[in-house]
């Protein structure tokens, strides 16, 4: 199905960017999993837009769950969340709907759809839309903490400037993501962080836009989660990454970097510690074979500049079908990682959901 992903947790995403409403449906999730709405309301919050590095677009982002939940718990039939779109500005999008904005999805909306998508506001491939993944997501995440499991994302790089690498170890690791909570520019080095916002709002002062790396780790999953082939625990979180927009690389452990590694410095040597299996290092990102080894899950997503910038472009007219130029109107991001970093949580932990259930069934999350 296009417009849903998952096998036994599913989830389908609805809407575009100036529509009525936006919204998901979670399907298969096990009744009796608690749903706290202040979470969903803190986790929306950590999305959205704030200061001279966002968007001047502000939603309130007023969810309503209308089905699938009652008494705060999950009843197991599907539950939809709603999310009524507000702060729209259609006009800024009228005076440009013909030119296909180079980077984004106008041109290919139209290849696809013939013209009869929603073009306002990039319609259903807007950023907007992740609002309704951050929403499902939260649910996910709050059962899967109940369960011991924990993860989180920060701006590994932006614009050039790195941040620190997650800690190698889990509590180091649980420290780095206490050090995360709440933070809607997720940075663990705070210079790092001063350093990334003043390159973003040059870039907007040049009315141009950059790009970035998150780096998400996930602690506590247990080993032997993932298929040994077509579903691999990379290729279902790397599937669900992919549909994050503006994602252009998926790497796990080391990834690339592997590459130009010799196998003695690959490896990650194993050990027995309280009766359990470790590697003493993490290289291959917690999974071998594709499936779970027990270790952390780290990977990391790139995230290409903001396609919408305020710079003229050259383009084509699609109603004419001739070359053109672009001179942009409307509110635009100029960077997409830092609002990111909660959508990348929201889909780990569907996807999670999602093999967790395939591997200790339904009712196992709500046990
Ligand atoms: C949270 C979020 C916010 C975004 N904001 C914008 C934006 O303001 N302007 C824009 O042109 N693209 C924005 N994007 C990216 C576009 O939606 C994306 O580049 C476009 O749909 C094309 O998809 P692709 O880059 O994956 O090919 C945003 C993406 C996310 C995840």
Redesign the pocket.
């Known amino acids: 199905m296009k417009n849903t992903f998952g096998q036994s947790v599913a989830v389908t995403l609805f809407g575009e960017s100036h529509g009525t409403a936006i919204g998901a449906v979670l399907d298969g999730l096990a009744p009796g999993i608690p749903v706290d709405e202040g979470f969903i309301t803190a986790q929306l919050d950590l ?1 959205r837009p704030f200061g001279k590095i966002s ?1 001047a677009r502000q939603e309130a982002d007023p969810f309503q769950i209308v089905s699938g939940c009652f008494e705060g718990k999950t009843t197991g039939t599907p539950l939809t969340i709603l999310i009524p779109n507000g702060d729209t500005n259609s006009r800024d999008y009228s005076k440009t709907k013909d030119l296909a ?1 180079p ?3 106008d041109l290919t909306a139209q290849l696809k759809y013939h013209g009869y998508q929603d073009f306002r506001g ?1 319609g259903h ?3 907007r839309i ?1 609002a309704a993944l951050v929403a499902a997501g939260a649910i996910a995440i709050q059962a899967l903490a109940r369960k011991g499991i924990t993860l989180r994302s920060h701006i590994r790089a932006c614009a050039g400037v790195e941040d620190r690498a997650f800690a190698g170890d889990e509590a180091g690791l649980q420290a780095d993501f206490e050090a995360l909570r709440g933070a809607k520019f997720p940075v663990l080095n705070e210079q790092a962080a001063e350093q990334m916002k003043a390159r973003i709002v040059e870039a907007k002062e040049q009315n141009d836009s950059v790009g970035g790396i998150l780096e998400t780790a996930i602690c506590g999953l247990p080993a032997g989660v993932g298929e040994p082939w077509f579903d691999t625990l990379e290729s279902l979180l790397a599937h669900m990454l992919f549909a ?4 252009k690389g998926v790497e796990f452990g080391d990834g690339f970097g592997l590459a130009g590694m010799r196998g003695s410095a690959a490896n990650d040597p194993y050990r027995v510690e309280n009766g359990r299996y470790i590697t003493t290092s993490n290289h291959n990102g917690g999974i071998n074979g594709g499936i779970s080894n027990g270790m952390p899950i780290v990977f990391r997503c790139a995230f ?1 500049p ?3 910038i305020f710079r003229e472009q050259e383009t084509v007219d699609m109603a004419k079908q001739e070359n053109a130029t672009l001179a942009l109107e409307g509110r ?2 100029p960077v ?1 990682v830092h ?2 970093a909660v ?1 990348v949580d929201s889909v780990t932990a569907l996807v999670l959901c999602d093999a967790l259930a395939l591997r200790y069934g339904t009712d196992w999350l709500a046990e």
């Open positions: 999305r968007t904005r980077g984004h999805a990039g491939f807007s950023g992740t994050v927009p503006a994602v290409k903001t396609p919408s635009h991001d997409i609002r990111a959508v």
